[in-house]
């Protein structure tokens, strides 16, 4: 750890190249993860599609105000990462750390929120089985839903909340450059895991509110 | 120092305008569930999550200043959501030869629960049936 990682690493002519290879592999994998969340989001539009009045009874059980509040969190980390990726472009170092730390210290929040949640849905007993509290018992596949859904999300989240605090702790002891490419990377990965939580919002929180 | 310092702040304006419109498209669509717009609730909430995705992945995932590789990887992932959803729905949306896709029957959606039993008592064909057969 004490050695201190070159910006420009092997095979790449050019950091412009180099940057360019962790964008575009970046992008692939971002393509692979849409593939992966994109599975789940179709059985849940076919099962709502075959009985949307289930989908909105049990979506209405859903805290709306952690839901919301978690979407803004979220939001506001996605605008600290970008600008610890713009810090690291124009060499601020102590700004890309302190953007860096602000984007975990939002996480953290996010996940905190989510236990708040999670625990008041336990309370209602919403969890999919025998002795469900919501009738019909289509109801059960929308919170079967919405535990994969949220809970892989939340691994991705946390996933997400280790690659930003090490390369923030790397770079604060010096052994990752300003400049590296390493951030974009990260950013990339962290607006991914925000952009689904975007798409999860109106399919969980706001079905049948009205 | 001043130098610096003022373009520290010249670099928050941009990214700071973009998000607080995610925030405003936040409130839109919160507040827009809760008033009774029928199917357009649905529409709005939709369009809105695009509208978010689309200023997240254009503005901060840079592809606004991305090269066309990196830009034909993002549309790949995009087609891959539109050929899953439509082929599937081109399915779900035409099979309603057994009656069984349209809604769930109120015992096959229990079907696995406890007082239900493990399977359904009446089995649906699994094959579209053409005309009379003997």
């Known amino acids: 750890m004490s050695e201190v990682s070159p910006v420009v690493h092997e095979p790449w002519p050019s950091f412009e190249r180099q940057k360019m290879a962790v964008s575009f592999g970046m992008w692939v994998f971002i393509a692979s993860e849409v593939l992966f969340f994109s599975g789940l989001l179709l059985a849940y539009t076919i099962y709502r599609h075959l009985d949307a009045e289930a989908f909105k009874i049990a979506s209405r059980e859903t805290e709306v105000f952690y839901g919301g509040t978690n979407t ?46 999670y625990h008041s849905d336990l309370d209602k007993g919403l969890w999919p089985g025998p002795g469900f509290p919501l009738h019909p018992a289509t109801t059960q596949l929308f919170w079967a839903f919405y535990w994969i859904a949220t809970g892989v999300h939340a691994v991705h989240l946390s996933v997400g909340i280790g690659i930003v605090s090490t390369i923030a702790v790397r770079l604060k002891r010096g052994t990752l450059l300003v400049k590296a490419s390493t951030f974009e990377g990260a950013a990339l990965y962290w607006h991914l895991v925000d952009t689904i939580w975007i798409i999860l919002l109106p399919m969980i929180y706001l079905v049948g509110r009205a | 120092m001043s130098d610096a310092s003022q373009s520290t702040w010249r670099l928050w304006l941009k990214p700071s ?115 009379h057969r003997d």
Not at chain 1, 87 to 114: E, N, P, Q, W, Y
Not at chain 2, 46 to 64: E, G, P
Not at chain 2, 111 to 122: A, K, L, S
């Open chain 2, 17 to 131: 305008l973009i998000w607080l419109a995610l925030l405003v498209l936040l409130g839109i669509t919160v507040g827009s569930a809760y008033i009774p717009l029928g199917i357009f609730n649905g529409i709005i909430n939709y369009s809105v999550a695009a509208a978010k995705a689309a200023l997240v992945l254009i503005f901060f995932m840079h592809l606004d200043r991305s090269r066309a590789l990196i830009r034909l990887t993002a549309a790949a992932g995009v087609f891959w959501v539109i050929f899953l959803f439509s082929l599937s729905f081109g399915d779900y949306l035409t099979r309603n030869w057994n009656g069984s896709a349209t809604t769930l029957a109120p015992k096959q959606a229990q079907v696995g629960t406890r007082e239900h039993g493990t399977y359904p008592q009446q089995r649906l064909p699994l094959v579209p049936r053409f005309g």
């Open chain 1, 72 to 117: 803004a969190i979220l939001l506001t980390s996605s605008l600290t990462m970008a600008m610890a990726v713009h810090a690291s472009d124009h060499g601020f170092r102590r700004m890309t750390i302190r953007c860096l730390a602000a984007t975990v210290a939002f996480g953290l929040a996010f996940l905190v929120m989510k236990g708040f949640e």
